[in-house]
């Protein structure tokens, strides 16, 4: 029987549609698609609900028939006692290998840290600042799911690479339409002389703190206006006046050496005019 991860790329195949396509129908990210294809991971029962719906494709039955089955494997009874043993020997060595991973990772979660402390008296030795570090190091990995904390989290500045300027504009009414509308304005431009060359900007309207709609726009859109020099960029967006939380943006570029970067920010709309 083909996996759930064989069966989601062939039914998204075979509707014509693309990672990004069906991570926007479902409300997800096109990498947290592309970990469902590769069989990293697996997603909850309501998103298999948007799946099959978006898909026309029933998940929902073959992941209960896939629960029934870890359940009870193969229908088994106190006759099969043989083959239960030969299925626990199975998963011995993988479940010994995951507790030493684990109690690995507590050493150098809680118990290093505690053996680095510096003891009482010794003088500190001298540490290279933080801004000497590579800024693709520094920032923080991209979640899987988007919350409104990740955008609001900041970003890290870094010596000698391109820096970001962020500004960003709310107005209502600005096209002097009949009902309230929000017209938002953001600009960006790289402010310490190096040179950025910006390559996409992903937008997040928010509903809920981890609840989103999701759309990309990459430079050769046309969606994000760059001057003549190439060092400010401008992207605009609108909707009515309504209940919402707000926008988020990441801002994704590379420099002349080709060292990528990005840089997020976040509009909060429950504090926005609304007349």
Partial sequence: MATFA?????????????????????HVTRTTISS???GRTRPDIDTLRLIS?????????????????AANPGGNTPDTSDK??????????????????L????????????????????PARNLPPAAALNLSDMLPEEPEVFTIDWFQGGNIRAKDEPWLD?????????????????????TFEEATGHTFHFDQLDWFCFWAPDRYNYRSFSAASGAVWADDNGGNWEFIGGDPVQDMEGYGFIIYGHD???????????????KAPRE
């Avoid at 494709?57 to 896939?66: H, N, P, Y």
């Avoid at 507590?106 to 290093?112: K, N, S």
């Avoid at 990528?260 to 909060?268: H, L, P, V, W």
């Fill in 6 to 26: 064989e069966q989601l790329t062939e039914a998204r195949k075979a509707a014509g549609m693309t990672q990004e396509e069906l991570a926007n129908a479902v």
């Fill in 166 to 186: 962020v500004q960003t504009q709310v107005l209502v009414n600005s096209d002097n339409q009949t009902e309230p509308f929000w017209r938002y304005i953001l």
């Fill in 103 to 122: 109690l690995t990772a507590c050493f150098f979660l809680f118990i290093l840290p505690l053996l680095k402390q510096q003891p009482a008296g010794v």
């Fill in 53 to 69: 719906k978006a898909l026309q494709w029933d998940f929902i039955a073959g992941e209960a028939e896939a629960q029934e089955n």
């Fill in 256 to 270: 002349d050496a080709g060292n990528k970067m990005s840089f997020r920010t976040y509009i909060d709309m429950t």
């Fill in 36 to 38: 469902w294809e590769r």
């Fill in 84 to 101: 239960l043993q030969a299925v626990r020997k199975k998963w011995l060595i993988p479940s010994v290998i995951a507790a030493a991973i």
